[in-house]
Antibody
Framework: EVQLLESGGGLVLPGGSLTLSCSAS????????MNWVRQAPGKGLEWVSS????????YYGDSVRGRFTISRDNSKDMLYLQMSSLTVEDTAVYYC??????????WGQGTLVTVSS | EIVLTQSPATLSLSPGERATLSCRAS??????LTWFQQKPGQAPRLLIY???TRATGIPARFSGSGSGTDFTLSISSLEPEDFAVYYC??????????FGPGTKVDIK
């Protein structure tokens, strides 16, 4: 069974930084691309970033490009999202999700990031 | 950039009734459409991919159809656990993903 467990969320000041982690199990992590998707309180879903499988080419949504960095450690089955220059608009639940045959498939339970002074 | 519009925003139905949810793209989509279900306080769950293929474990009462700019998620007979928010999603080129705003199916 695929399991994804995000961690690292919390309260951060505007302009601050935070790194999210996603621990994967139940599948061969290195064989699959991965995604971060976020959801602001009471709002819909927004794609944030993706990373390829073996060679890990990163991709970003327009709203986070230049501020967020996605990475992965296939030896540890871990996915990361380094976030900097955070603004109140980045407040959201952040989900990691697998990419299977070109579509987003399994999701973690999410971790809440709150940017507030 | 393709924009997805979902209608209605809210659908009020009773258990046992049929639900028909619409997802319209701003231009014809060459790729396929994906549908997710999200219940309060939970992560989204994959329902349908490639427009009409049910994900593993998804009951047969859920079906997807459509092409071009118009897509539909149908729930043949609503069960109590089906009351939730449903999102459509399109990926025109990997990995950029576009989500619709969602349709809430609530109990009438």
């Amino acid at each position: 069974e695929v399991q994804l467990l995000e961690s690292g969320g919390g309260l951060v000041l505007p302009g601050g930084s935070l790194t999210l982690s996603c621990s994967a199990s139940g599948f061969t992590f290195g064989n699959f691309a991965m995604n971060w998707v976020r959801q602001a309180p009471g709002k819909g879903l927004e794609w944030v970033s993706s990373i390829g499988s073996h060679y890990g080419s990163p991709y970003y949504g327009d709203s986070v490009r230049g501020r967020f960095t996605i990475s992965r450690d296939n030896s540890k089955d871990m996915l990361y999202l380094q976030m900097s220059s955070l603004t109140v608009e980045d407040t959201a639940v952040y989900y990691c999700a697998t990419d299977v045959a070109g579509h987003i498939s399994d999701w973690g339970q999410g971790t809440l990031v709150t940017v507030s002074s | 950039e393709i924009v997805l519009t979902q209608s209605p925003a809210t659908l009020s139905l009773s258990p046992g009734e049929r639900a028909t949810l619409s997802c319209r793209a701003s231009q014809s989509v060459s790729g396929s459409l994906t549908w997710f279900q999200q219940k309060p306080g939970q992560a989204p769950r994959l329902l349908i991919y490639d427009t009409s293929t049910r994900a593993t474990g998804i009951p047969a009462r859920f079906s997807g159809s459509g092409s071009g700019t118009d897509f539909t998620l149908s729930i043949s007979s609503l069960e109590p656990e089906d009351f939730a928010v449903y999102y459509c999603q399109h990926r025109s080129s990997w990995p950029r993903v576009t989500f619709g705003p969602g349709t809430k199916v609530d109990i009438k």
